[in-house]
């Protein structure tokens, strides 16, 4: 995998060219070979639950989404891709004020589908906070009539 | 035999609207993205106006897969909330007057998530109405739908289980 830290302004460009995922903060660890990292800050202004503090739901989707795309663009002969669906099962609630860290992998595809299992941590790497599994389209190289 | 005179339409309607925006107006997320919620008797509609930082891809334009599963998640732990709060007000077990940011009832909890992206949201703005299928003591099973311009053209629809909590107020 591609380390960002030799190359900040790559990684820091594909979060940048995201509008909502700037929004959020998310920061890319890693990415290549059809796997991604990416992280998010905690922000009071993602609480999904005031009397806890705990980041919402939403905002852990949204992250999860991010990094499941992040993997299928990453996968060889990637050229786009998008969401056909997506679910997630919430396993704890995040501690506030940790970071949330998803781990997405791209383990199968076709020419015309992407099938990605993701995880999320806060800083406790034993139990996730969350893990998710998808399928994307896949607008690959390899298409007819393409180059 | 006499009815009970019934409540001015203004007190009634004061008193839903209250509670609808103690709920919504608590969740510092839902302030975030911009959702809004049109009440209609106990029928909600989300709406979630559009907004340059919704964006995912940026070329298409497109909203965020994430936004729209964040919409919809929100949209159905809402809906699920409102109709707890709704019962007890019209059985007069609740009032909504006593409800304040740290007397609210506890939103329910996330269990699982499902979304079906249908087409891709544009820049525009979006509105998700949610039903719920089932609810127990314990847990429920929520369906939310997803449209823009046309109703009867879904961008997105979801099912999600919840865990529903105590009946005890918020600590």
């Known amino acids: ?147 | 035999m006499s009815r009970p005179k019934p409540e001015p339409v203004q007190v009634v309607k004061e008193r839903r609207d209250r509670a609808l925006k103690t709920l919504v107006g608590g969740i510092p997320y839902v302030q975030f993205l911009g959702i809004q919620f049109d009440r209609r008797g106990d029928e909600l509609t989300a709406v979630l106006p559009f907004d340059e930082k919704l964006i995912g891809n940026p070329f298409l334009p497109a909203i965020h897969g994430g936004v729209t599963s964040a919409f919809l998640e929100i949209t159905a732990m809402i809906e699920l909330s409102w109709s707890s709060l709704w019962e007890d007000m019209e059985k007069g077990t609740l009032d909504p007057r006593a409800l304040d940011e740290s007397h609210m009832p506890r939103l329910p909890k996330t269990i699982d998530f499902t979304v079906d992206y249908l087409r891709s949201g544009l820049p525009r703005d979006a509105y998700a109405r949610a039903r719920v299928n089932r609810s127990g003591r314990r847990y429920a099973s929520v369906h939310v739908e997803a449209w823009q311009d046309n109703r009867s053209r879904l961008f997105a629809q979801a099912t999600g289980h919840f865990l529903i909590p105590g009946k005890d107020p918020r600590p």
């Open chain 1, 1 to 147: 995998m591609t380390d960002p830290a030799t190359d900040p302004t790559a990684a820091q460009r594909f979060i940048e060219a995201i509008p909502h995922s700037k929004a959020l903060g998310m920061r890319l660890e890693a990415i290549g070979d059809g796997k991604a990292v990416i992280s998010m800050p905690y922000d009071e202004r993602f609480i999904g639950d005031p009397s806890t503090g705990v980041i919402a739901g939403g905002a852990v989707s949204a992250l999860m989404d991010t990094c499941c795309g992040a993997a299928v663009m990453s996968f060889p002969g990637a050229r786009g891709t998008a969401t056909l669906d997506l679910r997630i099962d919430y396993m704890r609630a995040a501690k506030p004020g940790q970071r949330i860290t998803a781990r997405a992998e791209c383990y199968h595809a076709t020419r015309t589908v992407a099938f990605v299992r993701a995880t999320a941590h806060d800083e406790d790497e034993t139990l996730p906070v969350a893990s998710a599994s998808g399928a994307f389209t896949m607008q690959s190289v390899t298409k007819e009539g393409e180059a």
